[in-house]
């Protein structure tokens, strides 16, 4: 059974930085491209980045030159790099595959406030 756990959200200030990590288990991890996404209040969960088995990245307009997608496919990670933060960035992060989602973790909380 697969199993997504997402970590390294939190409160941070505008113009602030966090690194998001999903560890995943139950698959062989090098073999699907993953994602983050996440949902704000209120709204549509949404596709922020996205890595290939091949490492080729693509992102949403919003967060292209702040946020950095990685991952380690020793480790079955997934990381989200995230720089000079803003309001509007508040939501909960989920990572996933990319593809024909697996069922959602429980997210990882991010705030951006002063």
């Known amino acids: 059974q697969v199993q997504l756990v997402e970590s390294g959200g939190g409160l941070v200030q505008p113009g602030g930085s966090l690194r998001l990590s999903c560890a995943a288990s139950g698959i062989i991890f090098s073999d699907y491209k993953m994602g983050w996404w996440r949902q704000a209040p209120g709204k549509q969960r949404e596709l922020v980045a996205s890595?290939?088995?091949?490492?080729?990245?693509n992102y949403a307009d919003s967060v292209k030159g702040r946020f950095t997608i990685a991952r380690d496919n020793a480790k079955n990670t997934v990381d989200l790099q995230m720089n000079s933060l803003k309001s509007e960035d508040t939501a909960v992060y989920y990572c996933n595959k990319y593809y024909g989602n697996w069922a959602w973790g429980q997210g990882t909380q991010v705030t951006v406030a002063s």
């Open positions: 890595i290939s088995t091949g490492g080729t990245t």
